[in-house]
Each structure stands twice: as C-alpha cells, then as structure tokens.
C-alpha cells in the first residue's frame, strides 16, 4: 500500500483534493498532513493549491515545510496542483514573492487587458472556467487524456519557465501559457483536476500509477 500526503499549509481544496484521490485510490492511504516529517516519510506528494503566493511560502516556513517540500520535490513522485505549481519556480510578481527555486523561472501575472474571448465576452482576470489543455509532449500522467482536453482554472498568474523544455502542456486566455510542467519525478499543473470531473480523476489516477 503507497503512502500519498497531500500537504497541510492552512490554505488550500485540501479535502476534495484528498476525496478524489480516494476514489480514484481506495486501496491506498491518503494523508493529510502539515507535518515535515509525514511528508518525509511519504511515497509520494500531492501540494494542493489555493491562496496568494506571498500567504502560501509564509505558512510553508511558518510550519517548517520548505526543506521536506523541496526534497519530496526532487526525490519522489510530486503533484503540485494552481499555486502548488508556481511555488516551484524561483520568483514571482504576486507579491514580489521568492519561491522554492526547484524549477529555473518566473510566475507573472495574467494580462488580458481590453482582449476578448471566441464568444466576444471581454476576458477578466482571474481566470475562472473550463479551458481546454493541449499536452506539448507525451508523458505518463497525460495518458489517456487526448489534445484539447478541458480542465478547470481558477487563477490570476501564470508560470514562465527558463527552461522551455521543462513545460509538458499549455492553453489560451488569449495568448498561449504554460499550464503544465515535469522534470524527473516531478509533475504540476495551473488546473484543478479535483474540481475537473473525469478528466481530472484520469489525471489523478495517472499520476498515482506513474513510477518515475
């Protein structure tokens, strides 16, 4: 049986992160938890994401997570999910927030201003709705989930990495951003597959099966 922690930092769809991968997952353990050493001890991270940049890196230092996050990060199979894929990278505008620095890159801010939608309808930030998803390269996690697949948004910032290469998946508000990254063990979305029907839980379960 496979220890899966999604992490605790006080902010967060924490709980319907954790019912989805149960159904997807009912013979696994699925904790909860904000305690360094849980998420040490785990199989594999799910860092859930909701909240300001600035509020989430100081509950993540206030609880002692950043040291267990970035080794999880780089030693086991990791999920970072919204604001759990824009801490990964080294800085961001919202706040003027330092991340992790796991990933080479910056988060800036989504800027439609005075753009429109294909229906005409004046684009607004945050991002909020349906967006369709388009996997730029093959990878585990992406199995089964076909070009064009639709995905819910819920942000106002978007992540720009160094590396071009790091990015696996991108969509459109108007113009196209990264929306998924991976790296060795590694995967992150800006969508909320927990709020995103069958589709996210193809992608949950994808990424518990995956073994990097």
């Not at 040291?67 to 080294?90: N, T, V, Y």
Request: hydrophobic residues 40%; charged residues 20%.
């Amino acid at each position: 049986m496979s220890h899966i922690v999604v992490v605790d930092y006080g902010m967060g769809n924490l709980r319907s992160v954790a019912k989805a991968l149960e159904h997807v997952a009912p013979d696994q353990r699925i904790e909860v938890s904000g305690d360094p050493a849980r998420v040490a001890a785990a199989d594999r991270v799910v860092f859930p994401g909701q909240g300001a940049m600035p509020d989430c890196m100081r509950e993540i230092d206030a609880r002692g997570l950043r040291p267990a996050l970035i080794d999880a990060a780089r030693s086991k199979p990791f999920l970072g999910l919204c604001i759990g894929l824009q801490l990964l990278f080294e800085h961001s505008e919202e706040g003027d927030t330092p991340g992790l620095g796991i990933l080479p890159g910056q988060v800036r801010r989504l800027d439609p201003e005075g753009r429109t939608g294909s229906d005409g309808a004046r684009l607004k930030v945050p991002h909020m709705g349906w967006n369709q998803v388009h996997p730029s390269r093959a990878h585990p996690v992406w199995d089964g989930l076909p070009d064009g697949t639709r995905f819910y948004f819920v942000h106002s910032y978007v992540v720009e990495p160094s590396d071009p290469g790091l990015s696996v998946g991108s969509s459109a508000y108007p113009d196209p951003f990264c929306c998924a990254v991976a790296r060795d063990r590694l995967f992150a979305v800006q969508f909320h597959p927990e709020k995103s029907a069958q589709a996210g839980l193809k992608l949950l379960s994808n990424f518990l099966s995956w073994n990097p």
